[in-house]
């Protein structure tokens, strides 16, 4: 089944462009994006499949030629002028207060997507949260983010409990460790999977939604298994981002060092294809990641902690280009979201500055889930450390 994506020019504006980037080798998209649909062929969801444990290596993998991986270190000029930090913007982070269930450490959220208005948090165990003879999901209202950043309400949010039901799936797959992306498209929902088994596996399942997001139900007969990248502990495919009709899962681990030739998953909705697509170096952990918009831009959470020390790089190519803020500049934490693009050649850096945040001087948070809120910036939330946030930051400096 053919699938291709064109290169495209994203949204402008929001952040700066890094100095001089065709200098560097970050390819700059110029053609506007289609995302092609199989020729001859439809493609169904799956219909009352047997059970099916699918791996990229068992569907039929049609992989786009991969790009020369070249690190971005190695594109660096040999002399890199020590920025000013209070010469970088970092964007502040507006903390917005929960209620309820989800004011608690067990919470820990991995993911969240939107479902029309609705915003979804994914527990990673949504087991914890009985509900009806099932888990839980949680879901807020964008109205109430709005009238919280607004000011028109300073009240603690409770969120919503959807019942969540995946019967056997724990069993199903071995070394279940809890679900960790999650997006809607169309009428399904998807999620990724994390797994360890005597060594890291991902998974990609399915599922669907009563109307309204009064339930959601996962198909827990049919998964896809992804292997990891590399060998390190704890480490799987924690970004799901869909894109047209197509769904990409991301690896965590992508620095020059762990991770000689990255990639990215793309699937069709019924899970029965994949294509591999190449993906730049990049530091550090990508956490989640928002949907694409119709440029093919989106852009990832990169998250480091000194913990991480297998994660540690001689060299952060990007903070070199684009300087560091001042809390960076003090901190060994590393807290930002970097723009990504879809082109021919498989994903690549959209030529744009990271945004940074500002860090807490009590210590680094570790965000796991991100969406995007309009046009106005970006929701974020940790899973535990330093317990579960939800934040707000905005797009550009005011």
């Not at 028109?152 to 959807?162: G, K």
């Not at 913990?307 to 500049?329: C, F, M, N, Q, Y």
Request: net charge negative; proline share 10%; aromatic share 8%.
């Amino acid at each position: 089944m053919q699938a291709a994506i064109l290169c495209a020019v994203g949204l402008g504006g929001c952040v700066r462009p890094l100095s001089t980037p065709s200098a560097i080798g970050i390819p700059i998209p110029t053609n506007p994006p289609t995302l092609l649909e199989p020729t001859g062929q439809t493609t169904t969801g799956a219909t009352t499949p047997s059970e099916t444990d699918l791996s990229p290596s068992d569907t039929q993998s049609q992989a786009l030629p991969a790009p020369t991986q070249t690190p971005l270190a190695s594109l660096l000029p040999t002399t890199i002028p020590t920025p000013t930090p209070d010469a970088h913007w970092e964007a502040p982070v507006l903390l917005i207060p929960l209620a309820g269930l989800l004011n608690q450490p067990e919470a820990e959220i991995s993911g969240m997507a939107w479902f029309s208005d609705t915003l979804v948090l994914l527990p990673q165990f949504p087991d914890r949260f009985e509900n009806q003879g099932g888990g839980s999901l949680f879901a807020i209202p964008k109205d109430d983010l709005i009238a919280y950043l607004n000011g028109e309400n300073t009240d603690s949010i409770n969120p919503q409990a959807i019942p969540f039901y995946a019967p056997g799936l724990n069993e199903r797959i071995p070394g279940f460790e809890g679900f960790e992306a999650i997006t809607f498209s169309g009428d399904r929902v998807y999620l990724t999977v994390e797994a360890n088994n005597g060594g890291m596996t991902s998974y990609l399942v399915s599922g669907w939604f009563e109307e309204g997001l009064k339930a959601v139900y996962i198909d827990a007969d049919r998964r896809v298994a992804i292997q990891p990248q590399t060998q390190i502990p704890n480490l799987g495919e924690e970004s799901l981002v869909s894109f047209g009709r197509r769904l990409i899962t991301i690896y965590e681990a992508n620095g020059t060092a762990v991770n000689p030739a990255p990639i990215a998953h793309m699937f069709g909705q019924d899970l029965s294809e994949t294509t591999e697509l190449a993906f730049p170096y990049i530091e550090y952990r990508i956490t989640d990641a928002t949907p694409a918009d119709e440029a093919g831009r989106f852009w990832a959470v990169n998250v480091f902690s000194p913990a991480d020390t297998a994660l540690k790089p001689a060299l952060d190519p990007l903070a070199e280009l684009s300087g560091k803020g001042r809390t960076h500049s003090a901190s060994s934490n590393v807290e930002r979201l970097v723009e990504l693009q879809f082109t021919e050649q498989g994903i690549v850096l959209a030529g744009t500055d990271p945004i940074q945040l500002e860090l807490d001087p009590q210590g680094g948070r570790d965000w796991a889930a991100v969406a995007r809120l309009d046009e106005r910036g970006f929701l974020l939330a940790t899973d535990r450390k330093p317990g579960n946030l939800l934040g707000f930051v905005s797009a550009a400096p005011k």
